[in-house]
């Protein structure tokens, strides 16, 4: 499945806000690695509009920036987030095979 957004900040906007309304306690560090998050990932390209990724290349991602959650590196996300991200990827499959 491919998905769609006009630009980044709608992208953005869509899963800080499904992170934030189910996950509201972990906002401030969820909005911290995601903004690290949505500039560093090669998947998203952030030159143009509208944005196109697919699932396959977010969950990707996802798995790639795992295997640093336990370094040092403050600019790697933490594990929560994520977590959080990982639980989007199912809620947005569980909504592409309706």
């Known amino acids: 499945m491919n998905i769609t ?6 992208y953005s906007e869509f ?3 499904y992170l934030t309304n189910n996950y509201g306690d972990l906002k401030i560090e969820i909005e911290d690695d995601f903004c690290w998050f949505i500039q560093k990932e090669e998947f998203l390209d952030i030159s ?16 790639h920036l795992n295997n640093f959650r336990n370094k ?23 909504k592409a095979s309706i």
Do not use: G, W
Not at 5 to 10: A, D, H, I, L
């Open 48 to 63: 143009k509009e509208p944005v196109n990724c697919t699932l396959a290349s977010i969950y990707d991602s996802i798995e």
């Open 72 to 94: 040092s590196d403050s600019n790697v996300p933490t594990a929560y987030s994520l977590k959080m991200l990982s639980l989007l990827l199912r809620y947005l499959s569980e």
């Open 15 to 17: 899963i800080f806000e």
């Open 5 to 10: 957004f006009n630009n980044v900040k709608e």
